[in-house]
């Protein structure tokens, strides 16, 4: 900080009111001000350390400015001001290990504090505060997972009861048209002996055998903060046959993965056993099913991986999985890691991880449900941090072996 000695100013009468001010004489010496500027943190960021933070402090009439490091206890103080009217700010980098811890956010962010035009009077301590605060990009995360299907011992529902649960983390309203719902693939994830590990690279692209968009023209389908948007396979009352401890009501689902119409608007073939259309229920806009007939879009019940994305153009490049037979090739369409919003590596087991097809930059971990399919067991996300308001604010490190835990859909 700059040491301010003393302010001479020739319009004294600005200040006759005054009664601080020393007498006016023709080269009268105006009073100076302290002010001691407090750091706070907003609620989303409380337990971010706020001491060793510039704060800045800028005169608007001359656009000077001073700096100074606040203390231990957050506090920067300026002496010898000018009086004036001034403008307060401070910013302050997270790391996204440090966003985490505090906010549940892991992403990097930089808060920022900003107050204007603050007085200051000659002679006068004053005292004011700053409160850092930022906004999270992430916002869109998968908070549940049903792929396993149904511990029905009458195997009346088997997977058709999968879901999943994709919920708004942030604070902003976010508009779920056109997100895209990829199953990840190679599907083979150690659950078979006969598994091999795939040699695709999974660091700039992933791989879909199914993507489905949410319909809507941009704002049809808002998802306010702390709500969540359901996307089922088969959007049925699962508990309606004496079943309910086995599965779940997708009933009131907000879409619906349904491909016979678009299938057989291709000239292909759907399957009607599985793939149920309830029509209280908008379905999801099919793009694309590797399987040529009798597919439909459903998850790998010993262990899916999955991603939701954004992308400018619709996904339409395809491979060949290569280590699928020239007889009979698979296919594949090739997603940008740089588009998936979030996605989480469900595996068979605890064993399964060189099974992983997703980037430690979407999942550096992965997960599982013990017994692998058909026990009515779902993957959750963990909350990290619940508002005053009540919004839930979801554990997000990227990383679903700490981010999920497995548990009873039904509960
Ligand atoms: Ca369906
Ligand atoms: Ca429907």
Redesign the pocket.
């Given at each position: 900080m700059k040491n301010k000695k003393s302010f001479v100013i020739g319009m004294c009468t600005l200040f006759a009111l005054s009664t601080t001010l020393i007498s006016c004489n023709d080269d009268s010496e105006v009073k100076l001000a302290n002010l001691n500027v407090s750091i706070n943190t907003s609620e989303s960021f409380s337990g971010v350390s706020t001491d060793n933070i510039y704060v800045y402090l800028e005169n608007t009439t001359s656009q000077g400015k001073d700096s100074v490091l606040t203390n231990v206890d957050g506090v920067a103080t300026f002496l010898d001001m000018a009086p004036g009217t001034y403008n307060l700010s401070c910013m302050k980098s997270l790391t996204a290990q440090e966003a985490s811890e505090a906010s549940g956010y892991y992403e990097a962010i930089t808060l920022n504090g900003t107050k204007s035009n603050i007085s200051l009077f000659g002679g006068v301590d004053s005292v004011d505060e700053l409160v850092l605060d930022g906004k999270p990009s992430s916002s869109l995360v998968i908070k549940e997972f049903y792929y396993s299907g149904a511990n029905d011992p009458s195997w009346g529902i088997m997977f058709k009861d999968q879901f999943i649960e994709i919920y708004n983390n942030s604070a902003e309203v976010v508009y779920a048209d056109g997100l895209y719902l990829a199953s990840i693939v190679p599907q083979r994830n150690g659950s078979s002996a006969d598994d091999v590990i795939s040699t695709l690279s999974f660091e700039e692209f992933v791989y879909a055998d199914k993507i489905a968009q949410v319909p809507g023209s941009g704002t049809d389908n808002p998802i306010q903060p702390g709500e969540s948007i359901v996307i089922a396979f088969d959007?049925i009352d699962w508990t309606d046959n004496g079943v309910k401890d086995f599965s779940v009501d997708l009933s009131s689902a907000d879409f619906?993965l349904?491909a016979i119409d678009w299938l057989e608007s291709l000239g292909r073939t759907g399957s009607t056993w599985f793939d149920l259309?309830?029509?209280d229920?908008?379905?999801m806009n099919m793009v694309y099913l590797n399987v040529e007939n009798y597919g439909f879009y459903s998850f790998n019940s010993t262990g899916a991986s999955v991603a939701i994305l954004r992308c400018d153009e619709t996904p339409s490049e395809i491979i060949t999985d290569p280590e699928s037979s020239d007889s009979n090739p698979i296919y594949y369409t090739k997603l940008n890691v740089a588009d998936v919003i979030d996605g989480i590596d469900m595996l068979a087991n605890a064993d399964a991880g060189a099974y992983k097809k997703l980037p430690a930059s979407i999942d550096a971990g992965f997960n599982f449900v013990e017994g692998s399919s058909y026990t009515s067991l779902s993957v959750s996300r963990k909350v990290a941090k619940t508002m005053t308001d009540g919004r839930i604010i979801y554990q997000d490190t990227n990383n679903s072996s700490e981010d999920f835990e497995a548990g009873n859909v039904f509960e």
């Open positions: 959007a619906e349904y259309d309830n029509a229920v908008p379905n």
